[in-house]
């Protein structure tokens, strides 16, 4: 059976798009391995903002992820942000991506965050043992790619500029779920 996506697609928006709305455990009937092989970093950060843009789209905060193993490119997990959506507080772009992938050992995977990860996020992708971290915005939250290179984890800044215009969009709108996402329901309350 030939693979929707081979070697000789190209990669396009369109073929982006469905690798983002497809489950992850689905993918390998979308695509081959050559064409993963072909996704470049910047290809993975735009399904992780289409990611966001879907959290975004169901009222919740545009944050998407994706995890690559490092040599096949083959996605292993990726997930968007749903703390409104399931009314769960650390349901966060990054979190959905690893509990997609399950319990692997993510030393030879590469995550990509359409946004800089929180504290709890960065704590745990040390802790599960990332290799690298790419972060498609810095330019509405950065602060813990210091911490997560201290750790000894490589991290790349890889901005979207579709994903920033999102985020900036999200925060103009709802200020107060940005920073409940990002700080917690006490940055809320306090003066």
């Not at 319990?103 to 800089?116: E, H, K, P």
């Not at 043992?129 to 490589?154: H, I, M, W």
């Not at 215009?165 to 779920?177: H, I, K, Q, S, V």
């Amino acid at each position: 059976m030939e693979m929707l996506l081979n070697a000789r697609t190209e990669v396009t928006d369109a073929a982006l798009a469905a690798i983002a709305h497809m489950p992850t455990a689905s993918l390998p009937v979308l695509m081959d391995d050559d064409f993963a092989r072909r996704l470049t970093d910047a290809d993975v950060m735009r399904i992780a903002v289409l990611l966001a843009q879907k959290s975004f789209d169901e009222g919740g905060c545009p944050i998407g992820a994706v995890i690559v193993d490092n040599a096949t490119r083959r996605i292993l997990g990726k997930g968007h942000n749903t703390l409104v959506q399931e009314n769960h507080p650390y349901h966060h772009g990054e979190t959905s991506a690893i509990r997609d992938a399950g319990r692997l050992d993510f030393g030879r995977s590469t995550l990509f965050t359409s946004l800089s990860p929180c504290e709890i996020c960065a704590t745990l992708l040390h802790m599960r043992g990332f290799s690298r971290v790419v972060v498609g915005d810095v330019t509405n939250a950065s602060g813990t790619e210091p911490l997560l290179r201290d750790k000894g984890t490589q991290v790349d800044i890889l901005e979207d500029p579709r994903g920033i215009e999102l985020y900036a969009r999200f925060r103009a709108e709802r200020p107060e779920l940005d920073l409940e996402d990002w700080k917690g329901v006490r940055a809320t309350r306090e003066p």
